[in-house]
């Protein structure tokens, strides 16, 4: 089974940027879609951004205009571009895979996960 490996993460100054990556270590096969999930601490995980296959992407509202999710089909890495971060996206981040012919619905991730990477955010 495919394993997921993020990295980026780390402490940032408010308004600063950071960029998370994530890869398959292992064999992947096709992928239906990728997506982006943070969980901070007391509160549930929740959707940040997602693209399909199609290269069609999707955001949460609080992160609309300041995050860009991408990929790299050559290298099947998903990335996640944060800008303008805030004291309020504190959190473990994870991203998170569909395999193809699998349902994809943000709300309710049913693939595969990665270990997560802890994004702090300073004011």
């Known amino acids: 089974q495919v394993q997921l490996v993020e990295s980026g993460g780390g402490l940032v100054q408010a308004g600063g940027s950071l960029r998370l990556s994530c890869a398959p270590s292992?064999?992947?096969?096709?992928?239906?879609?990728q997506a982006w999930y943070r969980q901070a601490p007391g509160k549930q995980r929740e959707f940040v951004a997602g693209?399909?296959?199609?290269?069609?992407?999707s955001y949460a509202d609080s992160v609309k205009g300041r995050f860009t999710i991408s990929r790299n089909n050559a290298k099947k890495t998903v990335y996640l571009q944060m800008n303008n971060l805030q004291p309020g996206d504190t959190a473990v981040y994870y991203c998170?895979?569909?395999?193809?012919?699998?349902?994809?619905?943000?709300?309710?991730?049913?693939?595969?996960w990665g270990q997560g990477t802890q994004v702090t955010v300073s004011s």
């Open positions: 998170h895979w569909w395999r193809l012919f699998t349902a994809v619905t943000w709300s309710t991730p049913s693939g595969t």
């Open positions: 292992g064999s992947s096969g096709s992928i239906n879609a």
């Open positions: 693209i399909y296959r199609s290269g069609t992407t």
